[in-house]
């Protein structure tokens, strides 16, 4: 059995290697060309303080918090030009407001942030909700980085609820898409966008699940992207390393800093991508 454990650890990590890509080379005159060069983003996925924690010592807790501060620090040492924290800050969504609001400020570049299924609810709740808004100041906002734009989203919205705040507040944030997708027409592929659970686990056909979009409206939602010129999407909410792509658009999900179904190691991963589209996701270990 050992044996077996060994080779598949070894099977994912020569997977990661491989998954890490290679950075295309590129002269100066490529990248004055296009205006702001090669865009960095460390793509950090589900800190999700104390998870499944029982302990009344909140050990657990802990142990996450501190593995995120180990994060952070290697972030900060590694400069990108913005952070992006995938969802599910906390395992239970009240936790939020511990250490969040102090961990925010101890970033030495921009954070953008998008609400998971344990800040929000499966289902989205307003206390939830409001709670959320309070430590981050939004559920879903554009980014403007380095001549790209990076569009941060709420996909717990899109899920069923029967309140009818939240059910408005759906309404605005599809209007939000719609208009933000529009206007990323006109950018050439330099739109990336971020939601906490990817549009799909393995295949856009498949099945609703815990792990993708709902089906009714997931492929509708896919073609907009594309039309859009939408060719990178970063997600979390797996808890293991993720490659999957439809058609130009490309899915990649990390791994986290709190529990990784895949056995791979605590970290995360820098998404660089260069002005012609080619990019390298490499894994940072923490
Ligand atoms: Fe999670």
Same mark, same amino acid.
């Given at each position: 059995m050992k044996g077996v454990a060994f080779s598949r650890r070894r099977f994912l990590q020569v997977g990661a290697i491989l998954a890490a890509g290679f950075p295309a080379a590129r002269t100066r005159a490529e990248e004055t060309e296009s205006g702001g060069g090669t865009l960095r983003i460390a793509h950090l996925c #589900?800190?999700?303080?104390?998870?499944a924690d029982a302990d009344p010592d909140r050990t657990r807790y802990k142990k996450d918090l501190a593995c995120f501060e180990r994060e952070m620090a290697k972030v900060n040492e590694l400069k990108p030009d913005i952070a992006l $924290?995938?969802? #599910?800050?906390?395992? $239970?969504?009240? #936790?939020?407001?511990? +250490?969040w609001p102090r961990l925010l400020k101890g970033f030495t570049m921009p954070v953008a942030v998008t609400p998971g299924n344990h800040d929000l609810g499966n289902t989205v709740t307003e206390e939830n909700l409001n709670r959320y808004l309070g430590v981050f100041g939004y559920d879903y906002k554009r980014f403007e980085v380095k001549g790209w734009r990076l569009l941060v989203g709420n996909?717990?919205?899109w899920y069923k609820s029967d309140n009818p705040v939240i059910q408005k507040r759906k309404a605005e944030y599809d209007q939000w898409v719609k208009d933000e997708l529009a206007a990323a027409s006109?950018? @050439?592929?330099r739109v990336i966008l971020a939601t906490h $659970?990817?549009?799909? +686990? @393995?295949? $856009?056909?498949?099945? #609703?699940?815990?792990?993708?979009?709902?089906?009714?409206t997931r492929r509708a939602r896919m073609e907009a992207y594309l039309a859009a010129g939408v060719r990178f999407y970063l997600s979390g909410h797996l808890h293991r390393m993720s490659m999957r792509g439809w058609r130009d658009l490309t899915i990649l999900n990390g791994e986290a800093t709190s529990v990784n179904f895949d056995e791979r190691p605590h970290g995360f991963r820098m998404f660089e991508i260069a002005p012609d589209l080619t990019y390298s996701w490499s894994f940072i270990p923490v």
């Amino acid at each position: 059995m050992k044996g077996v454990a060994f080779s598949r650890r070894r099977f994912l990590q020569v997977g990661a290697i491989l998954a890490a890509g290679f950075p295309a080379a590129r002269t100066r005159a490529e990248e004055t060309e296009s205006g702001g060069g090669t865009l960095r983003i460390a793509h950090l996925c #589900d800190p999700q303080f104390g998870f499944a924690d029982a302990d009344p010592d909140r050990t657990r807790y802990k142990k996450d918090l501190a593995c995120f501060e180990r994060e952070m620090a290697k972030v900060n040492e590694l400069k990108p030009d913005i952070a992006l $924290i995938a969802g #599910d800050m906390t395992h $239970i969504s009240g #936790d939020v407001t511990l +250490d969040w609001p102090r961990l925010l400020k101890g970033f030495t570049m921009p954070v953008a942030v998008t609400p998971g299924n344990h800040d929000l609810g499966n289902t989205v709740t307003e206390e939830n909700l409001n709670r959320y808004l309070g430590v981050f100041g939004y559920d879903y906002k554009r980014f403007e980085v380095k001549g790209w734009r990076l569009l941060v989203g709420n996909s717990q919205l899109w899920y069923k609820s029967d309140n009818p705040v939240i059910q408005k507040r759906k309404a605005e944030y599809d209007q939000w898409v719609k208009d933000e997708l529009a206007a990323a027409s006109s950018l @050439n592929g330099r739109v990336i966008l971020a939601t906490h $659970i990817p549009p799909f +686990d @393995n295949g $856009i056909g498949e099945k #609703d699940s815990y792990n993708n979009y709902p089906q009714a409206t997931r492929r509708a939602r896919m073609e907009a992207y594309l039309a859009a010129g939408v060719r990178f999407y970063l997600s979390g909410h797996l808890h293991r390393m993720s490659m999957r792509g439809w058609r130009d658009l490309t899915i990649l999900n990390g791994e986290a800093t709190s529990v990784n179904f895949d056995e791979r190691p605590h970290g995360f991963r820098m998404f660089e991508i260069a002005p012609d589209l080619t990019y390298s996701w490499s894994f940072i270990p923490v």
